[in-house]
């Protein structure tokens, strides 16, 4: 009985451990992965976006720093696919915003296919 107890906790750690990262996402998507420029993009909207959640759940300016990262490691995949979005929408869209990226035609294109295959 002690060793069932003993299993039970460890395996519930094992499936609660690993949230997804930003890297997580890029990797999962090879049209991402390969440019240098799309994956800088995608992890500074990322750490942008996990900013200003920080900011709106009351972080000051000394614990900005720490908040954004706590969230970063909680939610990276989900701040990763959100700054996808966000380029496609905006960097790539019709405001012509990509060369505030550095983000090229072929760069926006890989952008916006990936995004639209994300539901």
Known sequence: MKRT?????LVFLSFTSHAK???DFINGWPELATSPTIRAAIQQGAIGNAGLDAMSNGATS???GDEAQKLL?????DYAQAALRDLATTGCGEN???EVYGLREKDCQ???KVDAQIE
């Open 62 to 64: 000394t614990t900005l």
């Open 73 to 77: 490691a909680e939610n990276g995949y």
């Open 5 to 9: 107890l003993f299993i039970v906790p």
């Open 96 to 98: 012509g915003l990509a």
């Open 21 to 23: 990262t930003v890297a």
């Open 110 to 112: 890989a952008i916006i």
